[in-house]
Every structure is written in structure tokens, then in C-alpha cells.
């Protein structure tokens, strides 16, 4: 016996209300986060824009939030979708505290409940329009991961969203390596901030580093990096280029 | 325990303030052979006395596994018994595919007794009939829990329960502070002695006894029958050698009559 599936619009004949009922774009999105281990735990940075569309709408969106004792979460695309796991996360680390028995969700455990909650609404043609980077320490191990909108979630040493994958990774896959010391870890993520500050459109120059390590959670004041704009190359950006102008 | 009025379903409450219907399940707990538990900081273990209903059949299943890291041991309906491994199982493996982390043994035992609560207080439904000794690992080591009828759970360093379980309690009584610091072979040889106490008489060979082991760096299991007569030899060598010489005939026909006494009162169901 055989079904045929009907494709007239891309997900079986359901009428106009229903699709309203699913999220189709993001409106208010933040852009990259970028992550990595460092010797006592984990650093994490984002910039704190919201932008809409192309307007870079809201200047102090904090994408970097604590979860829990253990774990630090960073979301990169639509803002209330986070604004929503954020709420979801905060039941299930409540729920797990009520046990007060000794034990506690890390890292591990809120990376995997994201894992799944990302790939089921995926499936549910309902996405939560994020790309989710968790990190933390726990009993002393160090946990990064990442999940996508689709439910794509991996673990490595350095993680980023968005632009971050394309233009900080390559960064971090040269100059990363085990046991970096804060200072070092700081002066890498700014090397990989500053490459997004000039050339992604939507980041802005106001970023904000959070540290994770076994003592907990700080957040640091937001900064803006020192950006040089006198390169040659950027005083006469066309020539060579024929046709331009 | 009598009759009354009070009895007839869950419900009720006598005047005393008393659930007739619970404590009669906990009474039929009391009516399956015995199973024991035991745990060091790291390892708990889990034995029990093979019944059979006859010669002619296999032993009872009383000893499951839930996961790596949990182990449960039943006394009393057995039916009951299975269903709530299987519940428990569930549980277990719907918590790592969620958190890809093992569900804290302790967090378990709550479900089970939130559960068995629930039949304590529907009229459409009864009680599970069944004892549980849970052994398992959280976050903070090895535990061992008892869950009864009632919906009570209690965390113990060792305990026993089912038929002729005095007998193994008191001597787990003499012993279990010094369990805690225990290594893995003294708690083995520790709980095949209990066993050997409910047996009252009854020579222990490793085929009247199943024995499993769980800890932090070893998944549950069961020990094999070599395993555990390795374990009885080294306190039963003398005492058996003694025995044979006697001769087996005189043995023989009373240990008979001693089963058919002890079995009347036992329910068919019950094991």
C-alpha cells in the first residue's frame, strides 16, 4: 500500500490560519555568539544588538544568560524565540532545584533538553528561530555544545553562530588550544569579535564576555572594541575593481 | 490481622485511622521469599532465594535490571513486580534519551512511590502487592531504597524483606556499619550469608541463590553460579564436607516434608 503525501504548499493542505500559527521568519534577531574552553571553564561573547531587518533596532540585548548553577546559554537569530527558552529553562532548572536531593541538571543535561525541544518543534514545521550555544563546568569537566534551529547539536572546543562560523572558527581553529589562560581566552575571543565588528553588517561595537567556571557565573560590563578604519585598502575600496565605482 | 468492617476496599478508613487494604498488600510482600540488599559507598547488591513452583519448573525472575546504573530486587506478586520494573525501565531510558545523563536512582523511587500512592487512594483500583529493594547510583553514590505497598520509600544501608527475612535482617543488623566502607567481595560475601539466613538449615548451594552487583565503575550485573559457589566455598567447604559424610539419605526425606509444610500457606502467584 502506498500514501501519497500532498505538496501543494510545502506542508500537506492546511489552510490559512493554521499557518499563522507557525513561525515562517524571524522579525528581531541578535547575530553571533562565539565561544570556547579556556583552562578553568568557559568564555563566551556576544554583542548586545537586536536588529530589525536590516535597522540595528535595539542596542542592549543581553543574548548570554545563566542557566542554572552550572551553565551559560548564548542564542544567536529571533530574540523572543530566546526570550522563550529562557522561560522553559528556568521551569525545568526550578523543577530540578524542587528535588533539592543532591543532584543537578549541568550543562550536559540542558544541552541535550534543548537538543530535543529544538528538533521537535522542527518537525513540527514550528521552529524556534535560534542557533543556541551552551557551555559550562561541572564537578570540574567542561561542556560546550551547540544546537541549531533544525536540531543540530555537536560538542567541541570552540563554537560560534551565524557569521562566527565563517569568520571566527577558521580563527580559533589555528590559535585555540587546551589550557588557554583568561587573559589569552579574552584576547581571542576580541580577535574573533573584532573580525565580525568589521565585517558583519549587523554587529554592533558594544559586546559583553561571560565567564563560567566551577565557582560560577560572571558577566562582565559590556565594552566596545578599538577598530581601525585607515587601512589603504578601505581609503580607495575600488580600485582594481573595473566597472565599480 | 482480622477481618472487619473497614477492609473491603482502599478507600475506607478504619476508626483508628487505619488502610486496611494497603496493609494487607504489605502483608502479601511478606509472603515472597526473601530478597536482600546491601550497599558499600560505592557498589550496592542485590540477592535473592530462587523459589520454584515445583521441581519440574525454572525459578522465578525476582532480580531486574532497570539500567547500567539501577537494579531492582521484588518480593511479592511477582506480576506486579514485573509491570513496575518495566515502569521503571521506561522511566530510566526516557530520562537519558531527554538529558543523555542517568536518571538519579533517587528521583526514580519517588515516581515509583508517587505511583504506588495513587493506587491508594482510587476505588477502581488496589495496591501493588509488591516489596521493591531499588539499588542505584546518583550523583552522591550508591543507594538502596525500599518502596512498599503503601507508597512509602525509605533509603536503607541494608535491609531484607519477604519470608524468613528476620533472620537475614538480624544478621545484617550485627554487620552493616561496617558496609559502608566495605569492599566489593566483602559485600558479595556479605549479602550470600544473609541469604544463607533465610534459608534456616537448608545447605546454600549457588543454585538456590541469584546475586547481582552494581557500582560506580561497574554496570549492573549478575554474578554467575561459579562465581557465587567460589563464594560459598569459602565459608561452606567444612560444613559440607561434614554433611556428606552423614549420608544424604537421612537429608533427603526431611528436607521433603519441610517443603510441603512451608509451601501450603503460599499463594501460587505469590513467590
Redesign the interface.
Known sequence: MTFTIPIENGNGVKDAEADSQRTLYPYVTGTSVVAIKYKDGILMASDMGGSYGSTLRYKNIERVKAIGKHSLLGASGEISDFQEILRYLDELILNDNM?A??????P??VH??LT?VMYNRRNKFNPLWNTLVLGGVKNGEKYLGMVSMIGVSFEDNHVATGFGNHLARPILRDEWHEDLSFEDGVKLLEKCMRVLLYRDRSAINKLQISKMTEEGLTVYEPYSLKTFWEFSAFTNPTVGAEGSW | MFRNQYDTDVTTWSPTGRLFQVEYAMEAVKQGSAAIGLRSRSHVVLACVNKAQSELSSHQKKIFKVDDHIGVAIAGLTADGRVLSRYMRSESINHF?????PL?V??LVVHLADKAQVCTQRSWKRPYGVGLLVGGL???GAHLYYNCPSGNYFEYQAFAIGSRSQAAKTYLERRFESFGESSREDLIKDAILAVRETLQGETLKSSLCTVSILGVDEPFHFLDQEEIQKVIDTFEKVAEEEDEAEGEAEAAPAAAQAEQAGDQDVAPMEI
Open positions: 528535588w536531593d543532591g543532584n543537578s541538571l549541568g550536559k543535561e541535550n533538553y530535543r | 534519551f531527554t538529558y543523555e545523563s538519579p533517587g528521583r546518583d550523583e552522591s
